[in-house]
T-cell receptor, first 115, second 115 residues
Framework: AQSVTQLGSHVSVSEGALVLLRCNYS??????LFWYVQYPNQGLQLLLK??????LVKGINGFEAEFKKSETSFHLTKPSAHMSDAAEYFC?????????????FGSGTRLQVQP | EPEVTQTPSHQVTQMGQEVILRCVPI?????FYWYRQILGQKVEFLVS????????KSEIFDDQFSVERPDGSNFTLKIRSTKLEDSAMYFC?????????????FGAGSRLTVL
């Protein structure tokens, strides 16, 4: 079975500060990992994905995430927060090679950016 | 860029009524999904569909739910007798094939309010 834990349901940063959103996963097989962003009243937009290539993954809007197998983590970072980054962020995992392709999402982290 | 289209964007219904939520996946995609998000909670997997049959479903997807692809383009989720707890945002998603390079594309969602 697979699961995702996102530490911190709310994170608040100042504009220009580092953004760090934490995600730990559990999977019985090598995982695919994803970060999605949800702006108010909108759907889920893919930020970035890890699919067993480079462990440091760069996504849209200046975000990146690093896959660390030893720590079972896939934390999302951005060097400098912008007001437009305020949204809900979801980490998700899917299992490779099992035929089960559905994504399992974490509970989400709401990012607030203070001026 | 191709999109997953969902209708209606918002539906209000009385408890016990039947509801059909519609989705038009991306035209060359082969795998289809429904997820739901109860307000303030995580995105939960409901069902996946491939080759005109359900390939996987969660424990949430009980007998009151059904899916079908009636005409080769639409992918529908039917809730036979809605309950208050069915109030949620329902997301449709699709993917062309299950390889590392591909990710789920989500629609903007259909908000269902059961009174």
């Amino acid at each position: 079975a697979q699961s995702v834990t996102q530490l911190g349901s709310h994170v608040s940063v100042s504009e220009g500060a580092l953004v760090l959103l934490r995600c730990n996963y559990s999977s019985s097989v090598p995982p695919y990992l994803f970060w999605y962003v949800q702006y108010p009243n909108q759907g889920l937009q893919l930020l970035l994905k890890y699919t067993s290539a480079a462990t440091l993954v760069k996504g849209i809007n200046g975000f990146e995430a690093e896959f660390k197998k030893s720590e079972t983590s896939f934390h999302l970072t951005k060097p400098s927060a912008h007001m437009s980054d305020a949204a809900e962020y979801f980490c998700a995992v899917s299992e490779t090679g099992t035929g089960r392709r559905a994504l399992t999402f974490g509970s989400g982290t709401r990012l607030q950016v203070q001026p | 860029e191709p999109e997953v289209t969902q209708t209606p964007s918002h539906q209000v219904t009385q408890m016990g009524q039947e509801v059909i939520l519609r989705c038009v996946p991306i035209s060359n995609h082969l795998y289809f999904y429904w997820y739901r998000q109860i307000l303030g909670q995580k995105v939960e997997f409901l069902v996946s569909f491939y080759n005109n049959e359900i390939s996987e479903k969660s424990e949430i997807f009980d007998d009151q739910f059904s899916v079908e692809r009636p005409d080769g383009s639409n992918f529908t989720l039917k809730i036979r007798s809605t309950k208050l707890e069915d109030s949620a945002m329902y997301f449709c998603a699709s993917i062309k094939e299950h390889s590392g390079a591909n990710v789920l594309t989500f629609g903007a969602g259909s908000r269902l309010t059961v009174l």
